[in-house]
């Protein structure tokens, strides 16, 4: 269980070694879930630090309007929902799954201040992880204020290679839930920038994009 545990963030750059060392003097527990089976709900305690050793999750959030909106998907090694391990309100901030099947390991708070107060690299490692989550929420924040229109663009400039090309990597669908906009629409933003003459509709949901320019007039 402790090959490759130094992928996650919170024991990256420690030896495989020492974590297993680690793991010696705490308690912990594995549990293995199907697909489409919930891990927690949205509101639930998160009373362990959570890695995800194999599989992958998916992370949603219902709006007030009942639209769900993925937030992210986890895969082997991420840690779930860290930085609300401690705190008032630690609960689950979303509703979370499996969509392969998969298992997390979990180490009671208590236990993880145990390793904290082991290895001051865990200690720095946790105080990355928390900062880093921070930053991603605020800028899904910003993204979240934003038009159709300049999600697109904010997508397209971010992800473009060295030859200007704009490839959906997954399918309109996924990146209308990442949007949290239907796909209807967001196929519409597209279709209407390949008519503005901004993008040209390639292979294989490639684009080629001709005027940036025009398309920074998006925001």
């Not at 705490?26 to 919930?38: D, G, M």
């Not at 201040?113 to 990355?128: P, R, T």
Request: with cysteine; hydrophobic share 40%.
């Amino acid at each position: 269980m402790f090959k490759n545990l130094n992928k996650s963030i919170i024991f990256r750059g420690i030896d495989e070694k020492e974590i297993g060392e680690m793991f010696k003097n705490i308690n912990y527990y594995t549990k293995s879930y199907v697909n489409e089976e919930f891990i927690a709900f949205r509101g639930d305690k998160v009373e362990c630090y959570m890695i995800l050793l194999e599989g992958e999750l998916v992370a949603e959030m219902q709006k007030i309007n009942g639209k769900v909106v993925k937030i992210e998907n986890l895969t082997a090694f991420s840690d779930i929902a860290p930085a609300f391990v401690f705190g008032q309100d630690n609960n689950f901030p979303i509703d979370l799954y499996a969509v392969k099947p998969s298992k997390i390991l979990y180490i009671p708070k208590n236990e993880l201040l145990k390793i904290i107060q082991s290895n001051v690299k865990i200690l720095e490692n946790l105080l990355n992880s928390f900062s880093n989550r921070t930053q991603f929420l605020s800028k899904k924040l910003w993204f979240s204020n934003k038009t159709i229109e300049e999600k697109l663009a904010t997508h397209i400039l971010a992800n473009l290679n060295s030859s200007e090309i704009w490839v959906i990597k997954k399918s309109i669908t996924d990146l209308a839930n990442i949007f949290g906009v239907s796909r209807p629409s967001l196929s519409r933003v597209i279709t209407g920038l390949v008519e503005e003459n901004i993008l040209e509709r390639l292979e294989n949901g490639s684009f080629k994009l001709l005027d940036k320019e025009s398309l920074l007039d998006k925001f």
